[in-house]
C-alpha cells in the first residue's frame, strides 16, 4: 500500500478530532462509483508502538450521504487489524482497480466495528463476482479469484469510519495527491 508520508507524520503528530456534528462529505460522487464491485479493498491500522497492521477486505459500502464508509473483512484473518480498531479508532482503507492500477486511499480515526447488516453478504459475494469480472481479463482464475476472498457468512464483520483524508494513489506523478 503506497504511504503519503506527509499525511501519515502528521497523522501520527495528532491527537484524533472530535467529528463536527455535520461533518462534509469527502467521498465524491464519482468515488462512490468507484468503490463499487471490481476493486480490491484493503484495510489498515496501528497499534499503539505504530506498527502497522493490514488485512484483505471483501467488500465496501458508501453511506447514502457519502460520509460514512463501511468495510467488510474476514474476522479471523483481520484479527489484528481489528483488534487496533478497537483500541485506536484508525483506519486506512485502499480502494484499487487491478486492470487499470487507479487507485484511491481513505483515513478515519473514528472507525468503529459493527455486525454485518442483512444486505452485506450478498454485496460482499456482488464483490467477489465483480473482482473476478475484473481478473479474467488479465489472466487470473475463477477458482484463485474465488480462495482468495473465500469468506464464511458468519466471519464477515463491518467496520464503519468517516473518512477525514482521501488520496489518490494512483501510480504515477499524482501519487499521494490529496482529493478533497
Known sequence: MARD???????????????????AALIAPEHVAFLVPGVSVIAASR????????????????????????????RTPAATVL??????????????????HRTIQLKGRDARIEA????????AQAFVDGFFAELEPI???????RTVLF??????????????EIYSQTPGPNAGQRLA
Open 139 to 145: 489472466g487470473y482464475t475463477e477458482a484463485f479469484v
Open 47 to 74: 497499534d499503539a508502538r505504530l506498527v502497522p497492521s493490514v488485512s484483505r477486505g471483501v467488500a465496501c459500502r458508501v453511506s447514502e450521504d457519502r460520509r460514512s464508509l463501511t468495510v467488510l473483512l474476514r
Open 5 to 23: 508520508s506527509k499525511a501519515s507524520k502528521s497523522t501520527k503528530q495528532s491527537a484524533p478530532k472530535a467529528a463536527s456534528a455535520s461533518p
Open 151 to 164: 469468506f464464511a457468512p458468519e466471519d464477515l464483520v463491518a467496520v464503519r469510519f468517516t473518512p477525514t
Open 116 to 123: 454485518p447488516g442483512p444486505q452485506d453478504i450478498a454485496l
Open 83 to 100: 483488534r487496533d480498531i478497537a483500541d485506536s479508532g484508525w483506519i486506512t482503507t485502499c480502494h484499487s482497480q487491478p486492470s487499470t
